[in-house]
Antibody, heavy 119, light 111 residues
Framework: EVQLLESGGDLARPGGSLRLSCTASGSYFSSYAMGWVRQAPGKGLEWLTGISGDSDNIYYADSVKGRFTVSRDNSKNTLFLHMSSLRVEDTAKYFC??????????????WGLGTSVTV | QSVLTQPASMSGSPGQSITVSCTGTSRLLGGYNYISWYQQHPGKAPKLLIYDIKKRPSGVSDRFSGSISGNTASLTISGLQTEDEADYYCSSYTTATTSGVFGGGTRLTVL
């Protein structure tokens, strides 16, 4: 079974930057789209971004477009989320997820345990 | 406030069936969109229960089923068990706009 492990969550100041990582176990990492979802304390889930297996298709929620950048390194089975111009409202637990398909469909079969960001 | 509307809370007794609704626009729930349902226990990561409206991933109990009628997607849980007490989220990924959205979530209490 695929396991995902996020890291990089930390305390940041408004306007600051952070980079989150998500490392996947198992094979075929490049065969699937990946994405990030966050959950503010006591709130619901929010889809943030999806990236196709070959990084050719990348999509963002309006709430993070222009501030967050998703990327992946298939040689290292790792997904990244570079977060800049951080706002207080970005405070949340950030989950990475492996999508069902090669292209983003926000259908996350596997999830990490999450990493916390406090702004 | 999410563009996918779910009841904030529901409750049921063990053995009963319950249906969680998820209402949105035709743009979100109509056409060729990816509609999913997730279960989340407190402090845990979400778990995919239903995808493509009514398909179940391997290992998910057949007590969980999905359907859609018009602009309302539904998750039905039959034979409620105490371990079903959790938050449930619907999700839609719209290929037309290449964006995903979650419903606000429904907290299910099994009395």
């Amino acid at each position: 079974e695929v396991q995902l492990l996020e890291s990089g969550g930390d305390l940041a100041r408004p306007g600051g930057s952070l980079r989150l990582s998500c490392t996947a176990s198992g094979s075929y990492f490049s065969s699937y789209a990946m994405g990030w979802v966050r959950q503010a304390p006591g709130k619901g889930l929010e889809w943030l971004t999806g990236i196709s297996g070959d990084s050719d298709n990348i999509y963002y929620a309006d709430s993070v477009k222009g501030r967050f950048t998703v990327s992946r390194d298939n040689s290292k089975n790792t997904l990244f989320l570079h977060m800049s111009s951080l706002r207080v409202e970005d405070t949340a637990k950030y989950f990475c997820g492996r999508d069902l398909m090669f292209v983003p469909a926000a259908t996350f079969v596997f999830w990490g345990l999450g990493t916390s960001v406090t702004v | 406030q999410s563009v996918l509307t779910q009841p904030a809370s529901m409750s049921g007794s063990p053995g009963q069936s319950i249906t969680v609704s998820c209402t949105g626009t035709s743009r979100l729930l109509g056409g060729y969109n990816y509609i999913s349902w997730y279960q989340q226990h407190p402090g845990k990561a979400p778990k995919l229960l239903i995808y493509d409206i009514k398909k179940r991933p391997s290992g998910v109990s057949d007590r969980f089923s999905g359907s859609i009628s018009g602009n309302t997607a539904s998750l039905t849980i039959s034979g409620l068990q105490t371990e079903d007490e959790a938050d449930y989220y619907c999700s839609s990924y719209t290929t037309a706009t290449t964006s995903g959205v979650f419903g606000g979530g429904t907290r299910l209490t099994v009395l």
